[in-house]
Structures are given as C-alpha cells and as structure tokens.
C-alpha cells in the first residue's frame, strides 16, 4: 500500500489495482491533481485499508473489476455490507478492461442498487451496458480516454460524494 504525504487538503481516493504500472500511473496522476492516494493491488488489502482508516475513509473508490485474491464486485459488497450502515457512502469509479461483462455488470449493479455515484471506465460496447446504468448516478467513460478526462471525471464523484455525504450527515 503507498499512502501519499498527508500536507495537502485530505481529498482522499482508494485505487484498487493489480497490475502494478497502471495502479502506479493511476496513483501519481492523482497525486499530481491533490488527492490522498491510497493504493492497493486486491480486495483484501482494500478492506484492511479501510478498517485501519475508522472515521477518515476516503470519499471515492476506484476499483479493477478482476484481481488476484478479491474481485471488485466482492469488494463493493463487502464495504455496502460493512460500512453503509454507519453513513459511509463513497462514490465508486468501477475500472474494466476485462472482456467478462457479467463481473463488470454485478459491480455496477451493486453500486446502483446502493444508489452510489458510479463511473464506468471501459472499453467494453455501450449497447453491453444495462440501460438501467444510465441514471443520473451513473457515468460511463470510454477506453480509450485522455488522462485529463479521467481526473476530471474522479474530481466530478468525488465533489458528488461530499455532496452525497453532508446530506446524509
């Protein structure tokens, strides 16, 4: 896990990624916008990183569909199971490069069903995406992408995610 320098306004994100040249491009870009980045290569080292954080979790997830020790549909429904109880909403960025839609679609559906702010980063083809994604919680970004539309797009949920937060709070 890489935490970065805690200096900077906690504009907090958890990235979920096995492979590590992405997670680390993912990480420094991040880093270079202002967020806290918290970086982990499955679900499991995930759910540690959020138990060790108690009340300062981070306000966005982003997280890889197929990883090596936990998936991220596993992921997302063991923090809905866990955390949604006491108030913890983030907004999910759900990134898939696989070509097994339906793990693509269960994290999806989780995160709809949670009504959490979701963003689908993909290059799978939009008619494979359930039209019940398309709600006003719902973004799709589409692989390939500019670096600068994703950073846009995490600023976007992670804005959402306050927004979500101090309603709920």
Same mark, same amino acid.
């Given at each position: 896990m890489t935490e970065n320098d805690g200096n900077k306004q906690e504009r907090k994100i958890l990235v979920l990624e096995?492979?590590?040249?992405?997670?680390?491009?993912?990480?420094?870009?991040?880093?270079?916008?202002?967020?806290?980045?918290?970086s982990v290569s499955d679900g499991l080292e995930g759910l540690e990183v959020l138990? /060790?954080?108690?009340?300062?979790?981070?306000?966005?997830?982003?997280?890889?569909?197929?990883?090596?020790?936990?998936?991220?549909?596993?992921?997302?429904?063991?923090?809905?199971?866990?955390?949604?109880s006491e108030g913890y909403h983030p907004a999910v960025l759900v990134m898939s490069g696989t070509?097994?839609?339906?793990?693509?679609? /269960?994290?999806?559906?989780l995160a709809h069903e949670m009504n959490l702010t979701a963003l689908l980063a993909t290059g799978m083809p939009l008619d494979l995406v359930d039209s019940t994604f398309t709600t006003p919680t719902f973004q799709l970004l589409k692989k390939p992408f500019l670096l600068t539309d994703l950073t846009e797009r995490v600023d976007k949920l992670y804005n959402l995610s306050q927004a979500n937060y101090k309603q709920i709070g």
């Open positions: 096995d492979e590590g040249p992405l997670r680390d491009v993912i990480t420094e870009l991040l880093d270079y916008r202002g967020y806290t980045v918290l138990r /060790s954080l108690n009340e300062d979790k981070p306000g966005v997830i982003a997280t890889d569909v197929l990883m090596t020790t936990m998936h991220g549909d596993a992921f997302l429904k063991n923090v809905i199971d866990t955390y949604f070509p097994d839609i339906e793990q693509t679609k /269960s994290a999806l559906r």
